[in-house]
């Protein structure tokens, strides 16, 4: 089981590489598009950084959070996206510096909850290591939206664990949001790291389950590639279906990955 330290460690890790994608790039390219929505690299490292502040806030001014979550609920579609788009005024540079600076204030913070206290977030309240691990998850994703933009080759690394963790624990929660019911049927899930290391979920003795490439999985989990483009499979008929909704991050999931060999007949 991973510690606070080893999760903020793989955090700093995960936001640097993706800062060093993005420090030397001439302001121009802060306007490159990198999703299929129309976000630019400006509009995904807003969405990282409001989202460390908003972290922050909970953190350090519960009260001031709970007035958020108020304002949230009265537009729980588009509030986080119009506080990301207030955020992506800033200009690049200075978005830049601001976002580190906030790494650094999170990171801090988080270190400093007591044992055994958990911090108020916009669904259930997280430990210090759950809210880590989602920071991980979601520069994880946008980074791999940005580099994929810019054309960098995106290396697998074991953070991606990370992401999975979070797909498998959200199992649930994606039934949810697809207006279904959970069948209550347990899945063994069996991923490969980059290094050949196994990382598994569930009980040994499933009916059910699922295997391949742990990169694969976070990319799928992310809804960052269509099931038909991603080294995972599905032993069962639940884990079948679970694999066509898994989401590893909060709100509805949105429409679905383009296949890559359709990617160029949408141009």
């Not at 922050?56 to 007035?67: H, I, M, N, R, S």
Request: glycine fraction near 8%; charged fraction near 20%.
């Amino acid at each position: 089981m991973s510690t606070l330290d080893d999760v903020l460690s793989d955090l700093t890790a995960e936001s640097v590489q993706l800062d060093q994608w993005v420090a030397g790039l001439a302001e121009p390219a802060w306007s490159t598009v990198t999703t299929p929505e129309g976000w630019t690299v400006t509009d995904q490292i807003a969405h990282l950084h409001w989202t460390d502040m908003a972290s922050l806030t909970a953190l350090q001014e519960p009260e001031v959070f709970a007035d958020m979550l108020r304002t949230a609920a009265s537009d729980p579609t588009g509030f986080v996206d119009a506080q990301s788009a207030e955020t992506a005024l800033i200009p690049p540079g200075d978005l830049l510096m601001v976002w580190r600076e906030g790494r650094v204030e999170l990171d801090a913070a988080l270190r400093d909850v007591p044992d055994g206290e958990k911090v108020p977030w916009f669904g259930p309240p997280m430990s210090p290591a759950s809210m880590a691990t989602a920071r991980i998850m979601e520069t994880w994703a946008h980074g791999h939206d940005i580099g994929e933009a810019l054309g960098i080759t995106i290396p697998t690394t074991s953070r991606a664990r990370h992401v999975c963790h979070i797909g498998v624990r959200a199992r649930g929660y994606a039934y949810l949001v697809h207006g279904e019911t959970d069948p209550g049927v347990d899945v063994r899930v069996e991923l490969t790291g980059p290094d050949g290391d196994l990382w598994t979920w569930g009980p040994t003795d499933a009916d059910e389950r699922v295997t391949g490439s742990g990169h694969d999985f976070a990319l799928l989990a992310t809804r960052r590639r269509h099931l038909d483009d991603v080294d995972v499979v599905a032993h069962g008929e639940h884990a079948a279906h679970w694999l066509s909704i898994v989401q590893a991050f909060a709100g509805m999931p949105g429409a679905d990955p383009v296949r890559l060999a359709d990617r160029g007949s949408d141009a």
